[in-house]
């Protein structure tokens, strides 16, 4: 693969064989406003999980996005989870079509959750490396109007799904942005703010590095839409500095930004930098453009990413879809399924009426209420 600081520049992929993973069943226990609940997919692509609000629809997307060892798609709190009239536990069982057995469970007396694979006790970064898991939840549907710590947040998720040590990075340059905040409020020597700079320097310019290698890959895929990104170290990377150059500017730069203003610290970088999605066809900004539009966009950007997983990694993703396919029209509908389904991924989507979703090819129907599982319909639409 070719490899380019500037996310405009032609990406070239090497084509890998296929490695084709989806849920065969997951099982719940008490997580959420589920007692127990077992969901059998039957290899269909497409599962639509229907029924009223409450009835514990985005809770079983919630546990199929903690698999991938992500604090899940609210980020709530372990103790949170555990279902109220419980015993303070939870746990997530899932079987994989691979025959590769993935659980998570919480106990009251842990203050995080562990992790298994195979029977097998593993830690959570382990089970990135056996399943893809990639979501959209109705908070994001403000994404290109909203903050732009918003759209770093989002946008960071998706890289940190190619490379595990990106969100780790992410928080070390956080916590170092706050020890130096510190340090130059309480009058520290300057041999400890030179070596917070240099550790500063190293981790912005890798973070950004990583940022702007995701969105040159990205808009490979992207037919209609342009990822763009934009910083002081972004600047620098995409008009030809090296990483070395970068991070030697960048230093310099923090060298001489070292008085607070109104006891803050005015600084640029990676914490500072923002993501812009340009709509080709209109050739507006996204944030510029209709909700419905922005709606369109999004999806068009996770069927991207799923697509790049899918030739990076050579494995189908998991894509959870919470009321977010719901407003579009039949024809907008059925073809994102059908997009999706040419990515290789397994879709998960949830949605008050089940009628709306008549049209989706290959799924299967899961009707939800009050954290119990009714029944199963198969749709007749299954293709052979």
């Given amino acids: 693969m070719q490899r380019t ?3 405009s520049m032609p990406v070239r992929f090497r084509p890998r064989p296929p490695i084709f993973v989806m849920i065969e069943s997951i099982t719940l226990s008490n997580f959420r406003n589920h007692s127990t609940c077992r969901i059998i997919t039957r290899g269909y692509h497409n599962i639509i999980i229907t029924g009223p609000n409450g009835a514990g629809k985005t809770a079983i997307l919630e546990a199929i996005s903690m698999l991938g060892g992500d604090r899940g798609l609210r980020g709530a709190a372990m103790n949170e989870i555990a279902r109220f009239n419980g015993d303070g ?4 069982f899932a079987t994989l079509t691979n025959e590769t057995e993935l659980s998570v469970y919480f106990l009251p007396c842990n203050t995080n959750r562990h992790a298994k694979i195979n029977g097998e006790n593993a830690t959570l970064s ?3 490396k056996e399943i893809h898991i ?3 939840t109705p908070k994001e549907d403000r994404l290109f109007v909203d903050a732009s710590s918003d759209r770093r947040a989002f946008f960071d998720r998706l890289v940190t799904s190619f490379d595990v040590t990106h969100a780790g990075r992410v928080a070390k340059l956080s916590k170092l942005m706050t020890e130096r905040a510190f340090a130059l409020k309480n009058g520290r020597d300057k041999n400890w703010i030179d070596a917070l700079d240099t ?9 950004t590095v990583a ?4 969105a040159g890959e990205l808009n490979f895929f992207l037919k209609d839409y342009a990822i763009t990104v934009t910083g002081l170290i972004e600047k620098m990377l995409i008009n030809g500095d090296s990483a070395a150059e970068s991070e030697r500017k960048y230093l310099d730069y923090l060298y001489n930004n070292r008085e607070l203003i109104g006891d803050k610290m005015i600084l640029d970088g990676p914490h500072k930098s923002d993501f812009g999605v340009f709509n080709k066809k209109l050739n507006l900004p996204a944030n510029l453009t209709s909700t419905g539009q922005q709606k369109t966009a999004l999806l ?3 069927l991207a990413h799923a697509k790049l997983i899918h030739t990076k990694t050579s494995c189908r993703p998991l894509i959870l879809l919470d009321e977010a396919a719901a407003h579009l029209d039949s024809n907008a509908r059925k073809k994102l399924f059908l997009e999706l389904k040419n990515a290789d991924a397994q879709v998960w989507a949830t949605g008050l009426d089940a009628t709306v979703f008549a049209d989706v090819p290959d799924a299967i129907f899961v009707a939800c209420n009050n954290g119990i599982i009714n029944n199963i319909l198969v749709a007749e639409n299954k293709d052979e």
């Fill in 5 to 7: 600081a500037n996310p």
């Fill in 211 to 214: 940022r702007i290698q995701y």
């Fill in 126 to 128: 382990d089970l990135s």
């Fill in 199 to 207: 550790q500063i320097a190293g981790t912005a310019v890798a973070i």
């Fill in 134 to 136: 990639v979501w959209l």
């Fill in 300 to 302: 068009d950007l996770i």
């Fill in 89 to 92: 536990s939870f746990s997530i």
